[in-house]
Nanobody, 125 residues
Framework: QVQLVESGGGLVQAGGSLRLSCAAS????????MGWFRQAPGKEREFVAG????????YYADSVKGRFTISRNNAKNTMNLQMNSLKPEDTATYYC??????????????????WGKGTLVTVSS
């Protein structure tokens, strides 16, 4: 069992930056591929970024590539999402998720093993 808690959301102006964090419980954090997803009001949840179990591999949605950076620290059971050059269309609730078997290219918005409760990011124009 893994419990995930997101933090770092808030209100930021377009062009600004935010850093999201995900803290995981348990002693097997490095066994899970991790991902960030987001859901905007009235829209389906979508994949944002994924990171491999070791942290060596990352994968991004085209919409955030070059602006967002995912990272993890297996010694501290944490994962981060550095978001730069934010746009109003990045406004959403951001969720971290963990999966024991998926890879960073096979993560699905509703197919991960464990989910956090989300943190809201609002980007004003």
């Amino acid at each position: 069992q893994v419990q995930l808690v997101e933090s770092g959301g808030g209100l930021v102006q377009a062009g600004g930056s935010l850093r999201l964090s995900c803290a995981a419980s348990g002693r097997t954090f490095s066994s899970y591929a991790m991902g960030w997803f987001r859901q905007a009001p009235g829209k389906e949840r979508e994949f944002v970024a994924g990171i491999s179990r070791s942290g060596d591999g990352t994968y991004y949605a085209d919409s955030v590539k070059g602006r967002f950076t995912i990272s993890r620290n297996n010694a501290k059971n944490t994962m981060n999402l550095q978001m730069n050059s934010l746009k109003p269309e990045d406004t959403a609730t951001y969720y971290c998720a963990a999966d024991r078997t998926r890879t960073i290219t096979t993560m699905k918005a509703y197919g991960m093993d464990y989910w956090g409760k989300g943190t809201l990011v609002t980007v004003s124009s």
